[in-house]
């Protein structure tokens, strides 16, 4: 904390006492997402994610459509989850584009839809909130037109959506997409 003092000119004549006013400041903050913010660390890239991927360019019809697909599978495999595991009391609901799947022990996991960015947004209580982009892995210039597929992929880490959810919650949907 710095203290800044301003005084007025002192007349000659002692009688007249010389007024002073303070003010207190501090060192501005400079960490966040502002222009005058520090250069921020770079995320921390898990082995095995490439640096170069990228969202792929998906129509509303497109994006919508692959998003209620995986939306289908995970409500379903809860589903059967739900009724596999009688020991512990799983409960989740699915409306407007939004799955909350309540897990004990462990917390309440929040997947929903985000159209104007044509992301999928999940908010875990272990791993915390991640926006996940739609990669394409396939559709290039060797591939039969339609036939590519793709992940849903959280771009800073790498993370992919279906390896998340398998590792933090035990929801296997490998050979289901």
């Known amino acids: 904390m710095r203290c800044l003092s301003t005084r007025t000119p002192q007349p000659s004549n002692n009688a007249i006492r010389s007024k002073s006013r303070s003010f207190l400041t501090t060192a501005p903050f400079r960490k ?7 250069e921020p660390e770079p995320p921390h890239v898990e082995e095995g994610a490439s640096e170069s991927l990228a969202p ?3 129509t509303d019809k497109k994006y919508h459509e692959i998003a209620d697909q995986l939306f289908e599978l ?10 596999e595991r009688t ?19 462990l917390g309440t996991y929040v997947l929903n839809k985000q159209p104007p960015n044509r992301q999928i947004w999940l908010s875990s209580p272990l791993s915390g909130p991640k926006r996940y982009d739609f990669v394409s ?12 597929s793709g992940e849903w992929i959280y771009l800073r880490d790498g993370t992919r959506l279906l390896d998340l959810l398998k590792s933090e919650v035990g929801l296997d949907l490998a050979g289901r997409t």
């Open 87 to 105: 020991d512990v009391e799983i409960d989740f609901s699915r409306q407007n584009g939004v799955i909350n799947a309540q897990f004990p022990r």
């Open 56 to 58: 792929a360019s998906l």
């Open 137 to 148: 892995t396939g559709d290039g210039m060797g591939d039969k037109a339609g036939t590519g």
């Open 32 to 38: 966040g997402l502002s222009p005058l913010s520090e």
């Open 74 to 83: 995970l409500s379903g495999r809860l589903d059967e989850l739900a009724e």
